[in-house]
């Protein structure tokens, strides 16, 4: 198996469409925040962070040892936060079901990522409490092997973990590729957009049943017509179209 930092710049997320662009004589990482297909080799959670923290480890990723998109990198020890779950999907369901049974609190570590100028994994440089207090998010993440976990928690990691979760991640507070219309226009919550990323049709749907795919984009605008119209739900119905259209 490659290792996550060298199979991540070719779509490790398919929340995060990874658009390297020549620049000069070296590449840059550019990235679109918002999904246009449901990535079923994730698990989406809605949760709220703690100020817990735990040393994680890298797990079995393999991070590049150059500075990243927010800070330096190089060496340093991997922590999680630690976060309440409230909601969960996706892959590895039935994983986080069977962790959680007797569980009155569900709660998940989750460790974040960044990436370099070519879009590798890098070290996280900035706070182990990476996730802001108070407030839920929707994250879109990846279950480590058990023998992973830290503590026993169900441990993920978060790739490009600016754009994590929606809409606390630091991607979003620093306005970046219009995101700041978060705070200009209604927009969805988190648990709203959750909901949207559940109903979207996966790529492989999109590329091998067009017609399945436009219907469930078209039944969940029906069904909730004043979040169709919100941000950035406008710009993720907009661009799941496009790619059906284009399969039709």
Request: proline share 9%.
């Amino acid at each position: 198996m490659p290792a996550v930092s060298n199979i991540l710049a070719a779509a490790w997320l398919g929340f995060a469409a990874l658009a390297p662009v020549v620049a000069g004589e070296s590449n840059r990482c550019s990235i679109r925040p918002f999904p246009d297909a449901r990535d079923p080799e994730v698990t989406y959670l809605l949760g709220t962070a703690t100020p817990d923290t735990l040393l994680a480890g890298p797990g079995t990723v393999e991070p590049s040892a150059g500075p990243g998109h927010w800070g330096p990198g190089g060496l340093q020890s991997v922590y999680g936060q630690v976060i309440h779950v409230e909601r969960f999907g996706g892959a590895d369901s039935t994983t986080l079901a069977r962790a959680f049974e007797h569980h009155d609190t569900p709660r998940v570590v989750i460790v974040p990522w960044a990436y370099d100028p070519s879009c590798r994994t890098t070290l996280w440089s900035r706070s182990a409490q990476w996730v802001p207090l108070g407030a839920p998010g929707m994250f879109t993440v990846r279950l480590r092997s058990r023998s992973q976990w830290v503590e026993g928690v169900p441990t993920f990691d978060a790739f490009m973990a600016d754009i994590e979760p929606f809409p606390l991640g630091i991607f979003f507070q620093r306005g970046h590729r219009g995101t700041d219309a978060l705070r200009t226009k209604p927009s969805l919550t988190a648990a709203e957009y959750f909901d949207l990323y559940r109903a979207l049709p996966d790529r492989s749907t999109i590329r091998q049943n067009p017609t399945a795919a436009s219907a469930a984009v078209a039944q969940w605008e029906q069904v909730n017509p004043q979040l169709a119209v919100k941000y950035p739900a406008t710009e993720i119905l907009r661009q799941a179209r496009w790619n059906i259209d284009r399969q039709q």
